[in-house]
């Protein structure tokens, strides 16, 4: 299910690069709303990717080549509709779903063509995947396949609270650099869940390097 896309206008973030002998990398972060800009909630299906894209414009100066994403696990949260879960619990993570609930998850996992491997994370162990894209405002893909892609694997507990998260690649390529440095991009964001209910990624945060 797509988004109508919604350009969110934050400001210029100007970085100052003062160079000390000595010093250690900086490392400045930059948060920005997904919520705000219409891809940060979801109405979800257990197992099914939803997605939503926004275009940005902002501009990240002076990086000195070198940046990361991030999620905070106080910003992702998974309210579920699902009463039949039957979630198995262990030091309050979230190890399993009842067989049930897990077969569901991946007969539609599987049906729209997600890897395997992926679908078991989900609906075998428990956990969210957000995946996000990042390309030019024209040539992000509204479906999600095209753009730079980072892949966000994150644990809940019981509550259905993040208690960790992942990122896959860890840092942000040069291409990508140049292209938040350029004033635009399009972002495309895409959730699957091991249960059904509401998906909530209120912040991205771009950590660049000075």
Do not use: H, W
């Not at 250690?24 to 909630?41: F, N, Q, R």
């Not at 002076?62 to 992702?76: E, K, M, Q, Y």
């Not at 991946?106 to 894209?133: N, Q, S």
């Amino acid at each position: 299910m797509d988004r109508l896309s919604t350009i969110a206008t934050l400001g210029v973030f100007s970085v100052f690069f003062l160079v000390v002998s000595g010093c250690a990398p900086i490392t400045i972060p930059v948060p920005v709303s997904l919520t705000d800009a219409g891809v940060g909630e979801f109405e979800v299906t257990a197992g099914v990717p939803v997605n939503a894209k926004a275009n940005f414009s902002f501009t990240l100066e002076n990086t000195g080549g070198s940046g990361s994403l991030s999620i905070d696990p106080a910003n992702v949260s998974v309210q579920t509709t699902n009463t039949t879960g039957g979630k198995v619990t262990a030091g309050g993570k979230v190890t399993a779903l009842n067989l049930q609930t897990q077969n569901v998850c991946l007969d539609a996992c599987l049906l729209a063509e997600v890897d395997a491997a992926t679908c078991g994370e989900v609906c075998t162990d428990g956990e969210l995947r957000v995946t996000i894209y990042i390309g030019t405002q024209e040539g992000i893909g509204a479906d999600c396949e095209a753009g730079d892609k980072f892949a966000f694997e994150v644990e809940l507990d019981a509550d259905g609270k993040a208690t960790s998260v992942l990122v896959s690649p860890s840092s942000i390529s040069q291409d990508t650099l140049n292209l938040l440095n350029s004033g635009s991009f399009g972002a495309c964001v895409e959730v699957i869940s091991p249960v059904d209910g509401t998906v909530i990624v209120d912040t991205l945060t771009f950590n660049v390097g000075l």
